[in-house]
């Protein structure tokens, strides 16, 4: 239908109006009688803020919440918790219903506790922590929520480096060290895929050498030595597969041998003898799976005149044990079943 005919059918329309009677027409409605336009309903709101408190009231937890389409909420956009105290316990933003970008974390004193990053929910770039004194005591890296490149440590009391090495896909891997509180080195070692390594080595305050041995996947092996401060030896033997193994001596601070003897698979096994430390002999005898067996003898201060003598079986002693006084006159003699003593 083109416009001229919708015209002049407006117009044929008006013309039998006007020429109807006044019974005729509709009457006009009432101005009361006009229906009121429907007003469109109010847009739902798709952002909330929530907030959570704690039972005295301050608030606990403050973040921004997004709906999705199926009704559910989930946290998107800036967030905030408190301690108990009102003080500040941790702030930045969420995406998705997970922590993304910059993230601080405080102390209730108000002090920083760390800062970093993350990526959906895991920890990403650069991170420092920080103790309640305010020093840095640690600082490092994170790819997809695990440590990766190089780490340092720090002395809480004084800022000093305590250990600093690299980590590789979350693992200790390569050269280690570590120092003391006043910067003098401590230890040393190389990881593989967070298993020792090769050679590790630790070193007294007064820069001499403490220790010196091999690891195979985080257990000793082989020749291990350990020095006292002068320098001389404090204890020597061998490892197999993370215990002692083979023939063991241990000296005093003087240097002296103190204990002698054999383990096997991390137990004594064959015969020990046993030192003051002013060199005299006290013990002797053998074990056997790490418990006293056999006969074993005991000397008095002199480590010639003896002082006890008498039989081990598993640890206890057992029959016949003869005891001496100082001068070597004998003392007595007593009977032992399963470590109990039973006669005189």
Known sequence: MDSRRVLALAFVGLSVAACQSPAAREPAP???????PVAAPAPEATT?????KYRSGKTRV???EHRLDDGTWIAEGAARTFHQTGEPDSAGEYFAGEKHGAWTYWYPSTRIEAEGAYVRGQPQGPWRFYRENGRC???GSFEAGV???DWTYFWPSNSRQRTRGEFVDGHQNGVWSWWDEEGRAAEEGTYTKGLKQGTWRTWHKNGTAASLGAYRDDRREGTWTSWNEDGSVAREGSYANGLEDGAWTYAGPTGKP???GSFRAGKEDGPWTYWRDEGTKSDEGSFTAGRASGTWVHWHADGTTKASEGEYVDGKCQGVWTYWNA???EKERARFENGRRVQS
């Open 30 to 36: 009432r101005p009361d009688a006009v229906a009121a």
């Open 258 to 260: 103190v204990q002698q």
């Open 137 to 139: 005591v640690q600082t």
């Open 62 to 64: 403050e973040r921004t």
């Open 327 to 329: 001068d070597g006159t």
């Open 147 to 149: 440590p990766r490149g």
């Open 48 to 52: 909330r803020v929530v907030v959570e």
